[in-house]
């Protein structure tokens, strides 16, 4: 069906505050007669995850001719841009099963709508459609070879050699060809495949990324959160394990149970990033198996105790302040830690976020506007004027943001001014799946970690980050769970190609 034309969504940088940005979401519906729709519900309440472009693959069959047929469309812009003429939703991308992606890209390759995943080819076995979420650490020596044996490749993406690698395997079965390359590619991948019959979802040895099961009525589903069952009314059944790939085809419409299989022989070895749990996922998700509001209010217990904040005057009260959204569970938690410990400390909203810049933000000129932080916060100036107040933030990335905020914070006329992080200084890259500046663009490893160095940067009375024990000590360990801490540790869970090139990484 010939669809009328909407206008293409302005492809835009997203605006958020110097935070590390994740990757990606993805979404797959199995056995749904809404598969389409639903898949827009999950990507809409993963949006959080990727701002700049948005695509939905579904898959049916023509009842007529037997054959089996994709639908597909992505685009730049947020999923209610993409999406706009709900007609795509209900005449276009017809069929019950889907695959959906939601995508923040690194720069030098957000310009190329090719990069929109899901990427879709099809190959001797029939379509197949893969969105995935996380980076792989050795495409660059495959994708090297497979261009030297002849490959042309159409994105400048580390996901597109996976589909690469299933076409050219030598497999007869297409499950065995899938699980054949994925057992080429390292790093971080939580996917999903979707062929002509099946959805398939898979998810590294570490488990970087995380990765549920759920289960709608009779359909299946997987998403990046959990967030997106509950939009729909799915119930979560589980996580799909690291290195596990599960298969929902027309046996686990039959029966009712996906089938599990390993991608290959090599054990799990669990590296869950736990800069999921500080930042990127929504307090309202479970994720590797626990709820992030638990972690996140456990993360600001730990900051309390371990860099409680001391008045000049034992007098005065504390004032704590969350910056919105991203800190305000932990907040919550900094607070009621620090009153037990007897610090007389009140939670206030003292900073306003405004909900609407982010549709319409325009980068202003320095001349114009040289505190970017205005156009998103502003302050209570009664809440903050002649109090000591403590500002409570997820990370600190290069620092110009907190310097701004506490800028912000002066400005309404505090005594003191006190920060606190619920996470050690990111000192090093992520090379699994999300997007940080340069080492040299990190404040704190310009300043060496020294935090006392880091405070008088940012222009506040004290700073104090949680150290990486507390951090672990926050997290969940009681499944044997364990985390990545490299952006704060340096120390790379799974090696890392010397020449891979961040640009050319969008999973
Ligand atoms: S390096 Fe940091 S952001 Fe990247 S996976 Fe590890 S903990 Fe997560």
């Known amino acids: 069906m010939a669809m009328p034309k909407t206008p293409t969504p302005r492809r835009r940088r ?20 809404a598969a389409a729709q639903l898949t827009y519900y999950g990507l809409l309440a993963q949006q959080h ?8 693959v579904t898959a049916d069959t023509d009842r007529a001719t037997g054959k089996h047929r994709f639908h597909v469309h992505k685009d730049f812009g947020l999923v209610n841009d993409v999406y706009r003429d709900d007609r795509l939703l209900t005449d276009v991308l017809t069929g019950s099963m889907a695959i959906g992606h939601n995508r923040y890209s690194t720069a030098g390759a957000a310009d190329n709508k090719t990069n929109v995943q899901p990427f879709t080819v099809l190959y001797k076995a029939g379509n ?7 980076n792989l650490t050795n495409f660059r020596k495959i994708r090297k070879r497979l261009q030297d044996e002849g490959t ?5 993406s580390d996901t597109e050699v996976i589909l690469h690698l299933i076409a050219r395997s030598k497999q007869d079965r297409q499950i065995d060809q899938i699980r054949d390359a994925l057992s080429q590619v390292q790093g971080a991948f939580s996917i999903v495949i979707l062929t002509d019959t099946a959805l398939i979802a898979a998810r590294d040895h570490a488990g970087f990324r995380p990765l549920a099961l759920g289960k709608k009525g009779n359909a299946f589903i997987v998403a990046s959160e959990t967030v997106a069952f509950d ?13 596990e790939m599960v298969v929902i085809d027309r046996h686990a419409e039959d029966t009712g149970e996906a089938i599990s299989l390993r991608i290959n022989d090599q054990p799990a070895r669990p590296h869950h990033c736990i800069f999921e749990y500080i930042y990127f996922s ?5 994720i590797f198996g626990h709820s992030v509001d638990k972690v996140r209010r456990k993360l600001g217990k730990n900051l309390a105790r371990s860099q409680p904040v001391t008045p000049k005057d034992p007098d005065d009260r504390v004032i704590v302040i969350n910056v919105p959204d991203s800190s305000n569970t932990a907040t919550m938690g900094y607070v009621q830690a620090a009153n037990k410990l007897g610090a007389k400390a009140k939670l206030e909203i003292g900073l306003i976020r405004s909900h609407y810049i982010g549709r319409t933000f325009i980068q202003p000129k320095q001349d114009v506007r040289e505190n970017k932080v205005k156009t998103k916060f502003n302050t209570v100036k009664g809440v903050l004027k002649d109090k000591v107040v403590v500002i409570v933030d997820d990370s600190i990335v290069r620092g110009t943001t907190s310097k701004q905020l506490v800028q912000l914070v002066r400005q309404a006329g505090p005594k003191e001014v006190h920060f606190r992080v619920t996470a050690p200084p990111i000192m090093y890259p992520c090379h699994y799946g999300m997007d940080f500046p340069t080492p040299k663009e990190l404040i704190a490893n310009r300043c060496g970690g020294d935090v006392g160095k880091i405070g008088e940067e940012l222009g506040v009375d004290s700073l104090g980050y949680l150290s990486i024990e507390d951090l672990l000590d926050s997290a969940p360990h009681e499944r044997g769970e364990n985390y990545c801490t490299a952006c704060f540790s340096g120390k790379y869970p799974i090696p890392v190609d010397s020449n891979q090139s961040k640009d050319e990484n969008e999973g």
Request: proline share 7%; charged share 20%.
């Open 14 to 33: 997203r605006t958020a505050l110097d935070k590390p940005r994740c990757h990606c979401a993805v979404f797959g519906v199995y056995g749904h007669p």
């Open 49 to 56: 995850r990727g701002q700049e472009g948005s695509g939905i």
């Open 128 to 134: 197949i459609g893969i969105a995935h979420n996380g």
């Open 152 to 156: 042309i490749f159409q994105t400048t």
């Open 231 to 243: 939009i729909m009314d799915a119930e979560y059944v589980r996580d799909v394990a690291p290195g």
């Open 282 to 286: 929504r307090p309202d998700s479970q």
